[in-house]
C-alpha cells in the first residue's frame, strides 16, 4: 500500500519487478481503460518493457498498447479507443501532447499503478521540463486507488527528494551499491 522508489543495477530485473506484481494485482483484463501506466525515457526502452510486458502477459488476456508516433500524428488515439486496452507505455512526450488536447486524446482515469522507469534519467540537467509534465501526468491519473512507482538504476540525490516530497508514504528500495 506504500509507493516506492526502487534502485537496482542495470540487468538486474528492474521491468519485470514493476512487472509481475502489476499483472497480479490487476488480476485480469477489464474493459475500464488504462489501468496501468509505464513512463520510459526513451522510445526503445519503451519498446523493450512493451516487448517484456507482452511475453509475461502471454495468456492472460491483457491488452497492452504503446504510443505510437503515427498514431499520435493522425489522432487515431483517443479516449474511445484507448478503453480497449489495460496497459499504457510510453514516453512523457507523447503522453503530454495527448493529454494537452482539447478535449484530452487520452483518458488516465481508471490508472491504478503509475511506474516511471529510469527515473534518475528523466530527471537529468536539462530535463526540468519532465518534473512538469510528471506533474501533468500525475494530476490526470485521479484514481483514489492510483499507486505510485519510481525506478531507476542509480540513485540521484536531486531524485530522492522529489520523490520524498510528491510521492505519498515513500519507501526506498535499493539494490546493491548507492
Not at 516506492?4 to 488480476?27: D, E, Q
Not at 495468456?59 to 508516433?69: A, L, S, V
Request: net charge positive.
Amino acid at each position: 500500500g506504500r509507493e516506492l522508489l526502487a534502485s537496482a543495477p542495470t540487468g538486474s530485473g528492474k521491468t519485470l519487478a514493476f512487472s509481475i506484481p502489476i499483472l497480479m494485482h490487476l488480476k485480469q483484463p477489464a474493459n475500464k481503460g488504462f489501468r496501468a501506466l509505464i513512463i520510459s525515457p526513451t522510445r526503445e526502452l519503451a519498446n523493450q518493457i512493451h516487448r517484456e510486458l507482452v511475453k509475461v502477459s502471454e495468456g492472460t488476456g491483457f491488452r497492452i498498447h504503446m504510443i505510437h508516433k503515427a498514431a499520435v500524428a493522425a489522432k487515431k488515439f483517443g479516449p474511445k479507443s484507448s478503453k480497449k486496452f489495460d496497459i499504457l507505455v510510453t514516453t512523457p512526450n507523447r503522453l503530454i501532447y495527448l493529454l494537452k488536447q482539447d478535449p484530452p486524446g487520452i483518458d488516465l482515469t481508471s490508472v491504478e499503478w503509475l511506474v516511471v522507469d529510469e527515473s534518475d534519467k528523466l530527471f537529468e540537467d536539462g530535463k526540468t521540463g519532465f518534473r512538469d509534465q510528471l506533474a501533468s501526468i500525475f494530476l490526470a491519473c485521479t484514481s483514489h486507488k492510483v499507486r505510485r512507482a519510481m525506478f531507476s538504476a542509480t540513485f540521484a540525490y536531486d531524485v530522492e527528494q522529489w520523490c520524498k516530497l510528491n510521492l505519498d508514504n515513500v519507501i526506498t528500495v535499493s539494490i546493491g551499491a548507492r
